[in-house]
């Protein structure tokens, strides 16, 4: 009955990597293990949800005609340049679909973001991965890697080391024509992005999210920006009522109010600073980050990745055990940047757990 495909990906266990089930809902509980915005979205988004809610016995405009032309607006490029998804999660996927024939290769880089993989195998692409030398990006290696694929996954800044490849490699990897997928899924947390140059490349694409600094995650609004052409190729192919009336809603308001976005990039960014100053300062190797999380070796501390999530739960304090990466190795973790509270709060029962372990 399952296809062969699908039979195989069961079979060697390959999946989304989910986060572990911790029981968020917990009193006092703080989840930094999802790279969610501590802060949600603004209130004129509850606002417009509250009104949506009276429509939903109707289904929402298939085209998305006015988020789309405000996603447009915010980004500075022409409607005809974005599509709008459920979640980027499903750009992912439909990017495979529409430009990678089974068979073909997509390079993936890690440790990364586990969708790439998923949606390259059940659609029937073949994944090549390319381990980051040192987490680092560098350009003449990747390139090399890129021979015999179709396109690549370049996360900008990348989940979960954070950093962003320089635009200049970037460029080196367009020149070689592939198919280049960007994910900015954090670029309102690094301040840089390509998504007006991807409109003007006919091998750029460029993916977003609503997900992370305008807080709607569990509404699932994303976007693509490029060429006309890689857009249709898009829109083409997907559901045609992919991205609900409340999330339409929601992320159009969002987008009237970017004051309150900024707001909350900003004290990410300083919650940022504080938390891999600290965390330094107790012995953890931070890599530096242009996103809103950390990852963080924990081998400095005679622990790894698995010891110190527990402990940390333990407490209600729920990270990212980074251990079912790919790459990633035993002793890493990611941590989401919280609000100043929730961050001292790790701090100090990091702080009991140094004084435990020396
Ligand atoms: C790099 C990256 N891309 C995409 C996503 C998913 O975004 P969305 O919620 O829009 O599907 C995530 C979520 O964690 C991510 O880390």
């Given at each position: 009955m399952i296809s062969k495909r699908v039979s195989e990906m069961l079979r060697s266990r390959v999946s989304y990597p989910l986060a572990r089930e911790y029981d968020v809902r917990v009193v006092g509980a703080i989840n930094l293990a999802s790279n969610e915005s501590p802060y949600g979205p603004s209130p004129r988004v509850l606002r417009a949800l509250k009104r949506e809610a009276?429509?939903?016995g109707s289904?929402?405009?298939?085209?998305?005609?006015?988020?789309?032309?405000?996603t447009g607006n915010?980004?500075?490029?022409?409607?005809?340049?974005?599509?709008?998804?459920?979640?980027?999660?499903?750009?992912?996927?439909?990017?495979?679909?529409?430009?990678?024939?089974?068979?073909?290769?997509?390079?993936?880089?890690?440790?990364?973001?586990?969708?790439?993989?998923?949606?390259c195998r059940v659609n029937g692409g073949v994944p090549k991965f390319f381990k980051l030398p040192n987490f680092e990006w560098r350009m003449a290696e990747l390139k090399r890697a890129l021979k015999g694929t179709k396109l690549a996954f370049i996360g900008r800044p990348n989940n979960p080391t954070g950093n962003g490849m320089g635009l200049r490699d970037l460029?080196?990897?367009?020149?070689?024509?592939?198919?280049?997928i960007v994910d900015e899924a954090y670029a309102e947390f690094a301040g840089y992005s390509v998504a007006k140059l991807a409109t003007r490349t006919g091998n750029l694409l460029v993916l977003r999210t609503f997900s992370k600094a305008f807080g709607l995650a569990?509404?699932?609004?994303?976007?693509?920006?490029?060429?006309?052409?890689?857009i249709e190729a898009l829109e083409g192919i997907r559901a045609p009522f992919n991205v609900n009336r409340?999330?339409?809603?929601?992320?159009?308001?969002?987008?009237?109010?970017?004051?309150?976005?900024?707001?909350?990039?900003a004290r990410v960014r300083q919650g940022r600073t504080y938390m891999r100053r600290e965390l330094t300062k107790l012995g953890f190797l931070v890599l530096p980050s242009d996103s809103n999380f950390l990852m963080v070796d924990v081998s400095p501390l005679g622990l790894n990745a698995s010891e110190i999530c527990d402990f940390l739960a333990e407490r209600k304090i729920f990270v990212r055990d980074l251990s079912n990466f790919r790459c990633a190795g035993p002793d890493y973790i990611r941590i989401t940047v919280g609000t100043p509270q929730q961050n001292?709060?790790?701090?100090k029962v990091i702080k009991q757990l140094n004084e435990v372990v020396r």
């Amino acid at each position: 009955m399952i296809s062969k495909r699908v039979s195989e990906m069961l079979r060697s266990r390959v999946s989304y990597p989910l986060a572990r089930e911790y029981d968020v809902r917990v009193v006092g509980a703080i989840n930094l293990a999802s790279n969610e915005s501590p802060y949600g979205p603004s209130p004129r988004v509850l606002r417009a949800l509250k009104r949506e809610a009276a429509r939903v016995g109707s289904y929402p405009d298939p085209r998305a005609t006015e988020l789309r032309q405000a996603t447009g607006n915010y980004i500075g490029v022409e409607t005809k340049c974005v599509a709008i998804g459920n979640g980027s999660d499903e750009l992912v996927d439909l990017a495979c679909k529409a430009f990678l024939n089974p068979g073909e290769r997509a390079l993936i880089p890690l440790p990364t973001f586990a969708m790439y993989e998923l949606a390259c195998r059940v659609n029937g692409g073949v994944p090549k991965f390319f381990k980051l030398p040192n987490f680092e990006w560098r350009m003449a290696e990747l390139k090399r890697a890129l021979k015999g694929t179709k396109l690549a996954f370049i996360g900008r800044p990348n989940n979960p080391t954070g950093n962003g490849m320089g635009l200049r490699d970037l460029r080196g990897l367009l020149a070689s024509g592939k198919l280049i997928i960007v994910d900015e899924a954090y670029a309102e947390f690094a301040g840089y992005s390509v998504a007006k140059l991807a409109t003007r490349t006919g091998n750029l694409l460029v993916l977003r999210t609503f997900s992370k600094a305008f807080g709607l995650a569990g509404l699932r609004v994303g976007y693509a920006v490029g060429n006309p052409k890689l857009i249709e190729a898009l829109e083409g192919i997907r559901a045609p009522f992919n991205v609900n009336r409340l999330a339409q809603a929601a992320a159009f308001a969002a987008l009237q109010d970017k004051r309150y976005m900024r707001r909350v990039v900003a004290r990410v960014r300083q919650g940022r600073t504080y938390m891999r100053r600290e965390l330094t300062k107790l012995g953890f190797l931070v890599l530096p980050s242009d996103s809103n999380f950390l990852m963080v070796d924990v081998s400095p501390l005679g622990l790894n990745a698995s010891e110190i999530c527990d402990f940390l739960a333990e407490r209600k304090i729920f990270v990212r055990d980074l251990s079912n990466f790919r790459c990633a190795g035993p002793d890493y973790i990611r941590i989401t940047v919280g609000t100043p509270q929730q961050n001292e709060r790790l701090v100090k029962v990091i702080k009991q757990l140094n004084e435990v372990v020396r």
